[in-house]
């Protein structure tokens, strides 16, 4: 079993810049595929961007593909989405998740709320 937890979220104006934290207790997060989800008001849950396993392999959607940067310590057990050059539409719910396929396995954090405002 797997815990995630997400921290870092809050208010930033447009431009600004957060950093978020999954940081993921009960096994070895390196093991998992790890990704941030984000959903805003009134829409489905989507993919932001995604590390896979121990290579370590990143993947972003375009809309954030040279402002977000993924990166994993796995010294901590916690993977980061540090966010720069926010615009309103980075609004929402940012939610980390790790899953396997061998054996089946699939975990969500409770997310991080993220209002980009002037």
């Known amino acids: 079993q797997v815990q995630l937890v997400e921290s870092g979220g809050g208010l930033v104006q447009p431009g600004g810049s957060l950093k978020l934290s999954c940081a993921a207790s009960?096994?070895?997060?390196?093991?998992?595929?790890v990704s941030w989800f984000r959903q805003a008001p009134g829409k489905e849950r989507r993919l932001v961007a995604t590390?896979?396993?121990?290579?370590?392999?990143?993947n972003y959607i375009d809309s954030v593909k040279g402002r977000f940067t993924l990166s994993r310590d796995a010294a901590v057990n916690t993977v980061y989405l540090q966010m720069n050059n926010l615009e309103p539409e980075d609004t929402a719910v940012y939610y980390c998740?790790?899953?396997?396929?061998?054996?089946?396995?699939?975990?969500w954090g409770k997310g991080t709320l993220v209002t980009v405002s002037s």
């Open positions: 009960g096994s070895a997060i390196i093991r998992y595929v």
């Open positions: 590390i896979f396993g121990e290579r370590g392999n990143i």
């Open positions: 998740n790790a899953r396997s396929v061998y054996p089946p396995e699939n975990y």
